[in-house]
């Protein structure tokens, strides 16, 4: 596909930079946060990386007056998904998700950002087997040769589309 053919896409994304991890850029400012504030966000996320393929192993957890209910109540959703989301890594403002990098796709970047601009402390972290993306509501920071050069969510596209 030519660039003039591209041309009229990349407009419909919105704005984000694209950079280079280090620990300079990266915007993590506290990571101070309840069980019940870590898995608000890790349930959020589910629900939109559900639209975009299947997510597991666990659930989502029903927040619930204690953390020992809450777990009671847990159950796995899908024991080989399509987005592997880590849910006993509660010591950030992260969700790890371990998946194919073919499933990066422009729509879940954008879409995951304007979530994040409702939480900016808190990011996702896109462990994507060739490199990965800490996504964040702006900007997205990369790490791994895989990425080196990126600086649109376009070029991440192009890249995962390899």
């Known amino acids: 596909m030519s660039q003039q053919q591209r041309q009229p896409s990349a ?46 192993p666990m659930g989502k957890m029903p927040i619930l007056d204690t953390y020992e209910e809450s777990a009671d109540e847990w159950h796995v959703s899908d024991a080989k998904p399509d987005f592997f989301i880590v849910d006993d890594d509660m010591y950030g403002l992260s969700v790890r998700v371990e998946a194919s990098w073919t499933l990066a796709k422009p729509a879940l970047f954008e879409e995951l950002a304007m979530f994040l601009k409702q939480c900016q402390e ?20 990369y790490e791994g040769a895989f990425f080196a050069g990126c600086s649109s969510v376009e070029d991440l596209y192009d890249r995962c589309a390899l």
């Open 11 to 56: 407009g419909r994304y919105f704005s984000i930079r694209v950079i280079e991890f280090s620990r300079e850029v990266c915007p993590f400012s506290n990571r101070d946060h309840t069980w019940r504030q870590f898995h608000t966000f890790r349930n959020a996320v589910l629900d939109i990386l559900s639209r975009y393929g299947t997510v597991g």
């Open 122 to 141: 808190w990011c996702v972290y896109l462990a994507l087997m060739k490199g990965a993306l800490f996504v964040f509501h702006n900007p997205i920071l």
